[in-house]
């Protein structure tokens, strides 16, 4: 971090600021004389300085921070690619690691089939929302902990680790005890509360990027999950919104390569909420794999017509076997190797 001072600035000022810094906050500070002014270079942990705070100071014209403000989630400190692992199913490094499943669960013989489909296509994961974040009241709210028991089934039966999304910390108990990877949805990507107490569990979690968020904003997200001592992120790229009203988010994909520089967390995508509609996936993850995605989050359902929450833009067991097998060359051109 960089502290210009002002013009004029007394010596002593300087020297009080000095000595203030670096005894209350810990870093240390060099300071170099100009014609004018006088510039001082913080070194050392700087993430927790407020930097308009530090604007307030008598004698301070401009803060300029050189660092990222996150440090567990940075590359700089962690240049090798993390690897997640959810019930012993890795995310990031060289695998590619497909979750697939209904946005809903909505019945035993629903999640059970679906499962079973998207297991035999190749899929490594099931996600079904147990509770869903509607923009309704009035619309289909999730099962709650009766979907949570029908994953349960669906893992018994499949062998497939489940992921589902949590809304709030009182649930964060029960998650621990039955949930293979935890969601953390759009919508509540800066949920600090949520966040904070995700990050006691030790289940890792999917961090799905917000309706409206930065690149920043993301992993300074993912850092509040990690430094309250869960280091098992995984990002996951959704959509955004923009001008565009043709397709229900805007899928960016140079959200991968930005956030593979800038952290070391595996980033995967999840083409059915950035498009929209079923004929938009195979499209969408193409491109991901292609960008260098570390793997999808795909919405299969066994009825789509009929599926009680985003059936528009969920395959059938048959369009996702489909995408599984035209994938596999890309997958494969891309260096990395599916996971089973
Ligand atoms: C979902 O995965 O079902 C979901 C609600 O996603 P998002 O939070 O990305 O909208
Ligand atoms: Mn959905």
Redesign the pocket.
């Known amino acids: 971090m960089v502290i210009i001072m002002k013009p004029g600035t007394s010596q002593e000022a300087i020297h009080e600021l000095v000595v203030r810094l670096e005894q209350q906050e810990q870093v240390q500070v060099g300071v170099t004389h100009g014609v004018g002014c006088s510039i001082l270079g913080l070194v050392g942990d700087t993430a927790h300085l407020d930097m308009h705070k530090l604007e307030m100071i008598p004698g301070v014209e401009r803060v300029m921070r050189v660092q990222e403000p996150y440090k567990k989630a940075n590359r700089k400190f962690h240049p090798e690619d993390s690897v997640v692992s959810a019930a012993g199913v890795p995310v990031g490094g060289g695998s590619f690691t497909v979750v697939a499943g209904p946005?809903s669960v909505e019945s035993e013989e629903q999640i059970i089939e679906v499962a079973r489909d998207v297991k035999a296509a190749g899929a490594a994961m099931l996600r079904g929302?147990a509770f869903k974040?509607r923009t309704s009241p009035y619309s289909f709210q999730g099962m709650g902990l009766d979907g949570l028991e029908l994953l349960m089934e669906a893992r018994q039966d499949t062998g497939l680790p489940v992921v589902t999304?949590i809304m709030s910390p009182k649930y964060c108990e029960v998650f621990e005890e039955k949930v293979d990877l935890v969601?953390v949805?759009?919508?509540n990507m800066q949920n600090f509360d949520l966040l904070k107490e995700v990050g006691k569990m030790s289940k890792p979690v999917l961090l799905?990027r917000g309706l409206s968020n930065t690149y920043e904003e993301w992993v300074m997200s993912a850092e509040y999950i990690m430094a309250a001592g869960n280091e098992n992120v995984i990002l996951c790229e959704?959509g955004i919104r923009t001008f565009e009203t043709g397709t229900r988010n805007t899928f960016d994909v140079s959200a991968i390569p930005m956030l593979k520089r800038m952290s070391h967390l595996p980033v995967v995508v999840?083409p059915s909420?950035a498009g929209g509609y079923h004929w938009l996936v195979e499209p969408l993850a193409m491109s991901a794999i292609a960008a260098g995605a570390d793997g999808l989050i795909v919405e299969v359902h066994n009825d789509p017509a009929h599926a009680k929450c985003d059936g528009q833009q969920s395959l059938t067991p048959e369009q996702f076997d489909h995408l599984m097998g035209k994938s596999a060359a890309l997958v494969e051109l891309m260096g990395k190797t599916f996971v089973k």
């Open positions: 946005c929302g974040p999304e969601q949805g759009a919508r799905k959704r999840d909420h």
